[in-house]
Nanobody, 125 residues
Framework: QVQLVESGGGLVQAGDSLRLSCAGS????????MGWFRQAPGKERRFVAV????????AYADAVKGRFTISRDNGKNTVYLQMNRLVVEDTAVYYC??????????????????WGQGTQVTVSS
């Protein structure tokens, strides 16, 4: 497993942008597909975005497609989620996730090997 630590959450207004970061430990970071899930109060944890081990493939949930961009820097053991044009419905705890396999848009929590502790994103109207 890889240890993951998120940062970058906060309180913003609708229409603003925010960038989340997730730092992974160990020399195996590049062996994992990396991505993000989010969980709103009273709802299940849902897939947001994923990027393959080398960064050549990405996938997004329909709700964020065109607004969010996932990227990674394997030299820094870090994955990023750039979130633009935020809406109130984006409010959730965002979790960084890692998996040896790349599942694309079919990635679900049962396929995740490692989780970060989560970072709160709150979008006000």
């Amino acid at each position: 497993q890889v240890q993951l630590v998120e940062s970058g959450g906060g309180l913003v207004q609708a229409g603003d942008s925010l960038r989340l970061s997730c730092a992974g430990s160990g020399r195996t970071f590049g062996s994992y597909a990396m991505g993000w899930f989010r969980q709103a109060p009273g709802k299940e944890r849902r897939f947001v975005a994923v990027i393959s081990r080398g960064g050549g493939n990405t996938a997004y949930a329909d709700a964020v497609k065109g607004r969010f961009t996932i990227s990674r820097d394997n030299g820094k053991n870090t994955v990023y989620l750039q979130m633009n044009r935020l809406v109130v419905e984006d409010t959730a705890v965002y979790y960084c996730a890692a998996s040896p396999g790349f599942y694309g848009g079919r990635w679900n929590p049962q396929n995740v090997d490692s989780w970060g502790q989560g970072t709160q994103v709150t979008v006000s109207s």
